[in-house]
């Protein structure tokens, strides 16, 4: 197969991460999360009490703690310094600062700059926000996810009864909204579909629906 990069950006709980990796998986590609990317930041300036209104010390924090990612047979872990910050960068305080830091144009560039060397060769399946616009402008395939607020607090919301954490279905919806609005209408490359991407509303389909409209139009690139 053509080692082409896809794309694939949108709001919150969209299920990007869940069809990236499977079609990753079943292109033989790299798949890439750079929402871990701005989690680990946040994680660790939560972590080492560096301000989070302190654009400066926040690179600094991710120019000392780069991350790497590590692909075992059942999961992509999120690593720094060794240590596996896979679910600790999933942890409320984590979600609900998140836009804060990723809003700095220095930690953008810091991390755009990551993301592009890492797909340089091709192969790569990357989701996040701005990769159709700002991080791969030139991806073979770029795709939009969205779904209704409420779709998306349901599939945050059964996520959770699974793990076990208990949750408010109104406060999940709640904080996914104002996390997309301040991820929309951030000054540095917010989160917005680029003019060449295919839109595709996920609400109420299947996440094998969602995939097998990815690999129709991945079919035509490669
Ligand atoms: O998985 P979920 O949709 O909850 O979020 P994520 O993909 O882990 O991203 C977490 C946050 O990182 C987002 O809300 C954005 O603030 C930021 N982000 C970004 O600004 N640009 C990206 N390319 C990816 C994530
Ligand atoms: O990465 P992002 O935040 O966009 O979403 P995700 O973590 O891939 O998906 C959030 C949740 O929605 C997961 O529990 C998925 O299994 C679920 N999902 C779904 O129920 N139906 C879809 N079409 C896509 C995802």
Redesign the pocket.
Known sequence: MHKINIAIDGP??SG??TVAKIIAKDCGFIYT????M??SATYLALKHQVPLTDEAALVELIENYPITFKQTDHRQLILVEEQDITDAIRQPEV?NN??EV?AFPKVRAHLVKAQQKIAASGGVVM?????GTT?LPDAEVKIFLVASASERAKRRYKENQAKGIKSDFDTLKGEIEQ?DYT?SHRATSPLKQAEDAVLVDTTGMTIAEVVAKIKEVTKEKV
């Open positions: 919150a709980s990007k991460s999360d750079t929402g871990a701005y989690r979600t998140v836009s990723s989701d996040g926000r701005d990769i991080v996390r991820d």
